[in-house]
């Protein structure tokens, strides 16, 4: 999904020493290979393995935020059928009420200690490999550094390398948050309607189709769009690195009319992205809201006609929502 494979040099997989891969300025970024696969990953999730304790401790804790996030609707759940019910006692109601506090004060303590230890990991993974790439280029023959720009080596070292935080401090820990909430939501709303999940389970692949059709193009829209920001980057520090032999020749106005063909070409690939977005937010909010809708209107039959409780319908429909976005 992220590809880091331009921030890595192939000899790095085979000599274990991890290098960056500065690309030289002639070449051009949309002829660079793409990575296709997460194999280069690997450097990056074996440097997190020397670190058990504090990955352990952001699985349990992740693992008690999602039970936590699913225990909050079936409170709702039990507070409507039974505190609202109008036959609730004083002590009734507050046992209800506090049962919820408690998991939100669960759930808060929970995010507070995942986020901690998963931004650990990732700060932590990026700081030991930069200073292995540190060590590495340090031992590099002089005519590596001829033939790659070091302002752009130490461009990657900051930028790409904050693109693995990322990957290892946020992407994991959302992608297994995601599949635990669907897999245990899921499996909740079986338990609370069962007709209605299965029409829920039908919809979501609807919702989610033109999310992924969209997100393809997008992102390779997106990649073609930071390409051209980087163009006009490129450009002028073409420019006015050479800024007395442009002068000196005369060529202001050519070099003008060059750069804002560049950037021309960047807004039309920002168009391009931005109509995509707008379609897609649009089909989005429409799939979305009308099938929550429907839900609920086939809920608020199946409670007139006494088949469910009105707990169970509002637990459905919170419970549904975080299955969705998981799904998503």
């Known amino acids: 999904m992220i ?7 192939d000899e790095a ?34 440097a997190a393995a020397n670190y058990p304790t504090q990955i352990l401790l952001a699985f349990v804790a992740l693992l008690t935020t999602a039970g936590a996030t699913l225990a909050i609707p079936w409170r709702f759940k039990v507070i409507i059928d039974e505190a609202f019910s109008g036959t609730a006692g004083p002590e009734q109601i507050a046992h209800a009420f506090q049962y919820l506090l408690m998991i939100v004060l669960v759930l808060g303590l929970g995010t507070a200690l995942r986020f901690y230890f998963v931004s650990w990991v990732g700060e932590r993974v990026v700081a030991d490999i930069r200073a292995k790439v540190q060590r590495n280029l340090l031992r590099l023959t002089p005519a590596f550094y001829e033939e790659n720009s070091p302002r752009e080596i130490s461009s990657r070292m900051t930028s790409d390398t904050a693109i693995i935080e990322q990957v ?21 709303l079986l338990y609370l309607a069962p007709s209605l999940t299965i029409g829920l389970l039908i919809g979501i692949p609807v919702v989610i189709l033109p999310i992924m059709i969209f997100g393809r193009r997008i992102r390779s829209i997106s990649r073609t769009s930071q390409d051209r920001v980087a163009d006009v980057g490129a450009t002028v520090t073409e420019v006015l690195s050479s800024m007395k032999i442009v002068q000196a020749f005369g060529q ?21 992205r ?23 209107w086939r809920g608020a039959l199946a409670v007139s006609a006494g088949a469910i409780s009105g707990g169970t319908i509002a637990a459905f429909v919170i419970t549904g929502g975080l299955v969705a976005g998981s799904f998503g």
């Open 168 to 188: 290892v401090g946020t992407t994991v820990s959302v992608a297994l948050r995601n599949t635990l909430t669907a897999i245990g939501g899921t499996a909740l």
């Open 252 to 272: 202001e106005r050519r070099e003008g009319d060059r750069f804002g063909e560049v950037v021309e070409r960047t807004f039309a690939t920002a168009k391009r």
């Open 274 to 296: 931005i109509l995509l977005r707008a379609l897609m937010t649009s089909i989005v909010i429409v799939l979305i809201f009308g099938g929550i809708t429907i839900v609920m």
């Open 13 to 46: 997989e085979n000599s274990g020493s991890p290098t960056l891969a500065p690309q030289s300025q002639s070449v051009d970024r949309e002829e660079a290979p793409k990575a296709k696969t997460i194999g280069p990953l690997k450097m990056v999730y074996s």
């Open 3 to 9: 590809a880091t494979s331009g921030a890595m040099e």
